[in-house]
């Protein structure tokens, strides 16, 4: 079992930056992932990091701005946000991918197995 817990959400301006950080207990070699879910919509994906770190994926939406990273040895996943905008407003979620090697659907909330319970991240303008 993995427990996920988000924390670094908060107000923030556009343009701003915020860093968000999600802490994992249990088994936690896991890849990582992203999603947000804004008022009224469907959750999306943002950002996904391998079980090393070695290769991570980005949303069109976030690409150039977002980074995600990990630090094993703390069992930390972080999304480092720059360049906020106002359509970034959401609650962010991390999740965890049991599957070992490359996952085609890593976009998809169902290859995930664990979920945070989520951080709000509000952009005003």
Request: net charge positive; proline share 2%; hydrophobic share 35%.
């Amino acid at each position: 079992q993995v427990q996920l817990v988000e924390s670094g959400g908060g107000l923030v301006q556009a343009g701003g930056s915020l860093r968000l950080s999600c802490a994992a207990s249990g088994r936690t070699f896991y890849a990582m992932g992203w999603f947000r879910q804004a008022p009224g919509k469907e959750r999306e994906f943002v950002a996904r990091i391998s079980q090393s770190g070695g290769a991570t994926y980005y949303a069109d939406s976030v690409k150039g701005r977002f980074t995600i990273s990990r630090d094993n040895a703390k069992n930390t996943v972080y999304l480092q946000m720059n360049s906020l905008k106002p359509e970034d407003t959401a609650v962010y979620y991390c999740a965890a991918d049991r599957a070992i090697g490359y996952r085609a659907t890593y976009y998809k909330e169902n290859a995930y197995d664990y979920w945070g319970q989520g951080t709000q991240v509000t952009v005003s303008s």
